[in-house]
């Protein structure tokens, strides 16, 4: 599952690259029907996920995530940050794609 997650995130990486080359309203509405289905399915992938979620070593009441478990969570975060920087693309604030 983790390396599912890692081939997600590079085909959305991509996919951002292709926005920063066509700047149309269109392909940023594909981009964010995209994110959306893409953060969709890792919440599915966190949820689903039946390996070991926690890692058997811990400091003071901190449990840290596996590292397998812990790529999913990262990339379901990091894409979710990206959704809404999407949306914000959107309503008028070019924080994604203002640089370019």
């Known amino acids: 599952m983790s390396l599912i997650a890692i081939i997600i995130d590079f085909i959305t990486l991509g ?29 599915s992938l966190v949820i689903s996920y039946k390996g070991q979620r926690k890692s058997k070593f811990w400091n003071d009441g901190y449990h840290p995530y596996t590292f397998k478990y812990g790529i999913i969570v990262v990339s379901f975060v990091l894409n979710g940050i990206m959704l809404f920087l999407y949306v914000l693309n959107l309503t008028g604030n070019d924080i994604v794609f203002s640089g370019f």
């Open 15 to 43: 996919f951002y690259f292709l926005q920063l080359k066509i700047l149309t309203h269109s392909i940023f509405i594909v981009g964010i029907i995209l994110q959306a289905v893409t953060v969709l399915f890792l919440l």
